[in-house]
């Protein structure tokens, strides 16, 4: 099965200040890959997905962007924090298309002050 | 897009006890999965379940995609099965839609 990794765990960030949440994935190659956040401690909120190198597709208009420079690389990014960005991220992978099963990380948790 | 609502929405259970979760959904789907949040946040996949039955231990599934939905029965419940459990479909393209969970507390 496949392996996700994302850093940093936590993070503490000053409103206004940059952002970049990394994630990487093992175990598989080509795979779809996620960016959900989830910000009541009950939903998940997808944000963007990628279905290859430079392929982004965003879900909601929102602050943030994501970048996928290699296969098994997912990056999600900032320029500005809001207040509102606070939140659970998770980074989760797929192979094989709509029936493929999907698998996350370990989660980032961002607080904004 | 497709709907997906589980049920109960919280849930307490003595140690011991057992439970089913219901997750339905709107339209016919060809990915159905369930997966645990411990209380760390971590997502933990219990079952890849489209269709039919399978079991893993005390926990069990069934998904009847002709009536839209799905059962997860926890046999025996234990202190660490708490957290909150999703379920999750995909019926086109390449996003999974997740239910709003169930969030089930085990008190011992």
């Known amino acids: 099965s496949q392996t996700i990794h994302q850093w940093p765990a936590t993070l503490v960030q000053p409103v206004g200040s940059p952002l970049s949440l990394e994630c990487t994935v093992e175990?598989?190659?080509?795979?779809?890959l996620y960016w959900y956040r989830q910000a009541a401690g009950r939903g998940l909120q997808l944000l963007f997905y990628?279905?290859?190198?430079g392929q982004i597709s965003s879900e909601v208009p929102q602050n943030l962007s994501a970048s996928r420079p290699q296969d098994r690389q997912f990056i999600l990014s900032s320029k500005k924090l809001l207040l509102s960005d606070s939140g659970f991220y998770l980074c989760?992978?797929?192979w094989g298309g709509g029936t493929g099963e999907l698998f996350f990380g370990e989660g980032s948790r961002l607080t904004v002050l | 897009g497709i709907q997906v609502e589980q049920s109960p929405p919280d849930l307490i259970l003595q140690e011991g006890a057992n439970s089913t979760l219901r997750c339905n959904f709107s339209?016919?789907?060809?990915?159905l999965q369930w997966f645990h949040q411990n209380p760390w946040g971590q997502l933990i996949n219990l079952f890849y379940?489209?269709?039919g039955t399978k079991q893993n231990g005390r926990l069990s599934a069934t998904t009847v995609a002709t009536e839209r939905y799905s059962l997860l029965y926890i046999s025996s419940s234990q202190t660490t099965d708490s957290g909150v459990y999703f379920c999750?479909?995909?019926?086109?393209?390449?996003?999974?839609?997740f239910g709003g969970g169930t969030r089930l507390m085990v008190k011992p």
């Open positions: 339209d016919s789907v060809n990915n």
């Open positions: 175990g598989t190659s080509n795979p779809n």
């Open positions: 989760a992978s797929r």
């Open positions: 990628s279905v290859g190198i």
């Open positions: 379940i489209p269709s």
């Open positions: 999750a479909v995909n019926n086109a393209g390449n996003m999974l839609t």
